[in-house]
């Protein structure tokens, strides 16, 4: 185990505050309140750097290291335009031909359907209009502060220079598919975002080494980029330490729980005394929830990224592209190109399959001219996923001083500070700026 840094505050007050349906107590005590935050991803840090800003004393706590999960290897976009849920009536009716062909978008392993069907019945229940419609405004509402939350973490720990407006390229081949896709910009149009439509001259004015390769595209100017969220992420990480937080390399294997109050937590090595506890294990949570005595319906939509060089490319790819078509993104990243692809359910355990985004690798030489592949550059990394598309982020029903922040799926880079804006207001009893009902976990009871 890994000791990197501890400093006590002198903080405390006491309240108790109505959070998302359960109430959240928060000790009153003399001493330095002490939080242990489960998970070092994007979500986690934020959440853990935001507590120490409040004066908590903080534990950050994970066997990865900071990074070392779903934040490392995504691609990299604050992908604020991002209020439509995964599951919508578009996306139900597509997924019998989605699963059909081997080159779609969407895998299932076949030993892993039992598991996953009751997680698939919740998707189709909340993909009704009215539900989708509900679910892109509460979507929504968390977006449009996540740029800034970023921000405000970043300045301070010196990447400011890292989020680049870049603004996020929708690509389509055909004017079909286009016009496939129209049910969501409408909707993204209903809560406010832009989408900007381009036809070929538009794309090629825009990122000219996409000169001839598009039909049509939507722009979301408001879409920013981080050129590599690892060191990204990592950087949070290190400012986390500057304010004396203790990170340790060790896993969370329990809870001291008793009366519906956390005492510690227990890892691998030790137990440690909390105050309050932050779940933000990722696709790793629903275990820990679990023991906490929540259930929720947490999965992993599994997905991949390869990196290709793009030195030899006459015209450098200037923002990051979705290519609908083949439901790839490709970023830029500094001389490289990350493309990322697929979903793919199989749980946690199980074997990688690299050629779900190494196939793509005759699509992208064709778009780009001159890219190739950096060996031994696949990646396979774990979104965090609940049917809703929502996350969850608030108290756990019925005990009195932990919080769940985890479930950001797609989103989770975009979504982690402005999470864990939220999760500091939370362990201060103090009201988020968003509404957070539609987060809260007591909406699996
Ligand atoms: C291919 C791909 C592309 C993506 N692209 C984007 C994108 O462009 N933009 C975007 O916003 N999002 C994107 N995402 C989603 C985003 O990466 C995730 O939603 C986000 O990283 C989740 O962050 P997290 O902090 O919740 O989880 P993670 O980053 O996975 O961190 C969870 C951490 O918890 C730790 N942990 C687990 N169990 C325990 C335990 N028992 N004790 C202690 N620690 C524990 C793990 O070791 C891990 O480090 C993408 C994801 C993938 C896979």
Redesign the pocket.
């Given at each position: 185990m890994e000791r990197l840094g501890t400093r006590r505050s002198p903080r405390g007050c006491g309240s108790a505050v109505w959070c998302g349906g359960v109430v959240f107590r928060v000790f009153t005590m003399a001493k330095p309140r002490r939080a242990i935050v489960?998970?070092?991803?994007?979500?986690?840090?934020?959440a853990a750097l935001h507590a120490r800003m409040r004066g908590w004393d903080v534990t950050l706590?994970?066997?990865?290291?900071?990074?070392?999960?779903?934040?490392?290897?995504?691609?990299?976009?604050?992908?604020v335009s991002?209020c439509v849920p995964v599951g919508s009536p578009g996306t139900i009716r597509s997924v019998p031909r989605m699963l059909a062909s081997r080159d779609g978008p969407l895998h299932i392993r076949p030993a892993y359907f039992p598991r996953l069907l009751p997680w698939l019945l919740r998707m189709v229940v909340a993909s009704t209009p009215s539900r989708v419609e509900e679910l892109s405004i509460a979507l929504a509402s968390i977006l449009e502060g996540a740029v800034a939350a970023h921000e405000e973490l970043a300045g301070p720990a010196g990447v400011r220079g890292s989020i680049v407006p870049t603004g996020w390229l929708k690509g389509f081949e055909t004017e079909a598919g286009f016009r496939g896709s129209a049910a969501d910009f409408a909707l993204m149009r209903r809560r406010g975002i832009a989408c900007d439509e381009l036809d070929g001259n538009g794309i090629a004015r825009l990122d000219p080494a996409l000169k001839g390769r598009f039909a049509r595209a939507v722009f979301h100017p408001g879409c920013c980029?981080?050129g590599n969220?690892h060191t990204y992420?990592r950087a949070l990480g290190d400012h986390l330490l500057r304010l004396a937080t203790a990170c340790l390399a060790?896993?969370?294997?329990g809870f001291d729980l008793t009366g519906g109050v956390v005492s510690g937590v227990r890892?691998r090595t030790q137990s440690i005394p909390a105050d309050a506890v932050v779940v933000?294990?990722?696709?790793?949570?629903k275990?820990?929830a679990a023991m906490l005595g929540c259930k929720v319906p947490l999965d992993t939509?599994?997905?991949?990224?390869m990196m290709l060089d793009a030195r030899d490319c006459e015209t450098k790819l200037q923002h990051?592209l979705y290519w609908a078509d083949k439901s790839i993104?490709i970023?830029p990243m500094g001389d490289l190109l990350r493309v990322?692809?697929?979903v793919e359910f199989a749980g946690l355990q199980a074997e990688p399959d690299f050629d779900l985004?190494l196939r793509n690798l005759p699509h992208v030489e064709r778009l780009l001219p001159g890219v190739r592949l950096v060996p031994d550059s696949t990646?396979?990394?774990?979104?965090?996923?609940i049917p809703d598309s929502l996350?969850v982020i608030g108290p756990v029903p019925g005990v009195a001083n932990a919080l769940l922040?985890?479930?950001?799926?797609?989103?989770?880079?975009?979504?982690?500070p402005v999470?864990g804006k939220i999760v500091g207001a939370m362990l201060d009893g103090e009201a988020a700026s968003i509404p957070t009902a539609p987060f809260s976990p007591s909406r699996f009871t």
């Open positions: 489960i998970g070092g991803g994007a979500v986690g840090v934020s706590i994970d066997p990865r290291g900071v990074a070392g999960g779903a934040s490392s290897g995504n691609a990299g976009v604050l992908a991002e980029h981080v969220p992420v060790d896993e969370v294997t890892t933000a294990a990722g696709a790793w949570s275990p820990l939509e599994r997905g991949y990224h990051p993104v970023s990322t692809s697929s985004v990646w396979l990394g774990f979104r965090p996923s996350p922040a985890f479930g950001h799926g797609h989103l989770g880079l975009t979504l982690g999470t």
